[in-house]
């Protein structure tokens, strides 16, 4: 497993699903007699599923700081019958239309945000809340009826990259996004090696450099073969491009930027954030109107991919979502989950509903063999609390009992709890490290949880 992490980073939860989600592609391949792995569907996987995969880029951030979000789908089901609407009667034009729902997605997001945040009601019952209310304004608005979308909402939610230049023998379009993301592989290790001479670290070997390469190379050229050899007017699918775009921007914000590291901080432990200067209250405001604009997203996304918006749009959307952050290896507690890992989870859920699909399973089993999944996903993240391996609250405790940390450094190390964990192979926190109260005798003189 050392040598997996010197290859590929990350952690074991995530290794495990990236090989579940190997071996489900492997494994309905050959079940199928073929039927996986081909061009046609593997672009119907992205295009048929991208509305979850950018629900669940959000859900990760508010199951981390330690809420969940259940009015997902209904929000969906409202911002697309609010854009399929206005669209359709006031004669806007598509652009438009998409902004001012977005917008609406916004403001339910400020909504929920300020109950959670501000009023302190649990983002469980505000969003149950939520859920029943967006989900009969969908039906009242709409009147229970289905509205078409215009053909440019429909190339966003279900259309293909353009073909142009000379005959390569595949899509020009996915064989430039093929050649893009194969050079910042390798601007990506460079980049590495030089901040790890600059801060003094041991960079990786040039073995390990080099393999790490050649497999993520090899894998860029397949997907690029897979999606640029398909039947002619077919691409990399649209709703594809607008998914990287998100996880690219997404992860650069929760692991790069401050305010991933008070997502991270907060989840781990909101009464450490909070000596330390986070504001609880923004951190979770941000997350849940983060996650309503991401609803909004997907919801114009899967008119586009319907080809119109209906009064049943969005049903049990948010179990999808929740499903694939877990199965992504975010733990249950909080503190603890990537959007990296969303996704690959998501992809796993997306790749046992297809190769189902194709070897003929009834939708009654699909829906027992994803409970099981999801039951064993978690019962694993349970499992491997219980054999000691380092969590965030033990990472904060451990570092305040054993070197009187500063609450400026507390925070970093809640946001990177693998630098306790690997200094000290830190057990799972105690009960006594999750009872941690705030002090009124802060040197602002209140309470510190605010």
Known sequence: MKSLKALFGGDVRQFT???????????????????????????????????????????????VVGHI?????????????IVALTIRDWGIPWWLGILIGIAVGLVIGLWQGWWVAYVGVPGFIATLAGM???RGLNQYIGKSNSVPVPEQIQWLGGGYLPEWGPNTGLNNSTLLLGIIAIAYVIWREFQLRRRAQRIGDQPNSALVVGMRVTVLVAVIVYVTYLYGTGRPGTS????????????????????????GRHIYAVGGNKAAAALSGVSTRRTYFFAMANMSVLAALAGIVFIGRSTSSGPFDGTNWELDAIAAVFIGGAAVS?????????????????????GLQLMGVGSDATQMIKGLVLLLAVAFD???????????TGALIAALQRTKTSPEELAIVAANPEIEGQEAGLQTASSAGDTTHPKKDAPNGRNTTE
């Open 17 to 63: 699903m990236l090989f579940a989600l190997i071996a489900l592609l492997l494994f309905f391949q050959v079940a199928t007699g073929g039927k996986v792995l081909t061009p046609s569907n593997m672009m119907n996987l992205i295009n048929g599923n991208s509305y979850v995969l950018i629900l669940a880029i959000g859900m990760v951030m508010v199951i």
């Open 236 to 259: 990399f699918p649209v709703p594809g491009v607008l998914l990287v775009l998100l996880i690219i921007g997404y992860h650069i914000l929760t692991q790069r930027m401050a305010l």
């Open 334 to 354: 909080g503190g603890i989950g990537t959007v990296t890992g969303s996704i690959i989870g998501g992809l796993v859920m997306a790749t046992l509903n297809n």
């Open 132 to 134: 029943m209310f967006f």
């Open 382 to 392: 349970v499992y491997s609390k219980q054999q000691g391996k380092p969590s965030i």
């Open 69 to 81: 979000d259940l009015s997902v789908g209904s929000v969906a089901a409202v911002v697309g019958i």
